[in-house]
């Protein structure tokens, strides 16, 4: 089944600890994106990567990191967590960065920071 | 810089009937497409329908089609005949081409919380 994978699911965790968030796509897409979700401010995008080893910020980059060493999968890095990034996160794949490729998103990780 | 605006945050409809979800856009690339999301309460986000800027019919999917009007940057979501599993959240999005300044960048609305009452 294609489909994009999100780990973990939920997550609670305390200011400071490093944690990693793992996305992975079997579909052979060039394209994959990471997005918070807060309450009245719709998707916002953190960090997007048109293809292996390319990666660049989106509106809200600051506090995470991203990697891209293989196609299928792109984890998003919080090196030292604070509690405005408690969040629903989102991580989406699409063939191509091209305006008409439609973006399959994962099921959410629900973050929250003590 | 794109941006997209949802201007309402909530509405209701009733069952069978047909509302409208609004959307407008601002970007000055030529080329771009608009995307609707569905996202209910379970929080899986749902592709629904595209339209791309060089369209010239408006795009359609079953009960979804998209009002797009490009002189008025406006891309307006029409439900036809809604059903109670419309209850949800719809978001508006933009992508702009893969060559353009803009590329790889998507921009979602804050989205519009639709109830459908029995």
Known sequence: EAQVTQNPRYLITVTGKKLTVTCSQNMNHEYMSWYRQDPGLGLRQIYYSMNVEVTDKGDVPEGYKVSRKEKRNFPLILESPSPNQTSLYFCASSPTSGRMDTQYFGPGTRLTVL | ?118
Do not use: H
Request: proline content about 3%.
């Open chain 2, 1 to 118: 810089a794109q941006k997209i605006t949802q201007t309402q945050p909530g509405m209701f409809v009733q069952e069978k009937e047909a509302v409208t979800l609004d959307c407008t856009y601002d970007t000055s690339d030529q080329s771009y497409g608009l995307f609707w999301y569905k996202q209910p309460s379970s929080g899986e986000m749902i592709f629904l329908i595209y339209q791309g800027s060089y369209d010239e019919q408006n795009a359609t999917e079953g009960r979804y089609s998209l009002n797009f009007q490009k002189a008025r940057k406006s891309a307006n979501l029409v439900i036809s005949a809604s059903q109670l599993g419309d209850s949800a959240m719809y978001f508006c999005a933009m992508r702009e081409g893969q060559f353009d300044t803009n590329a790889g960048k998507s921009t979602f609305g804050d989205g519009t919380t639709l109830t459908v009452k029995p």
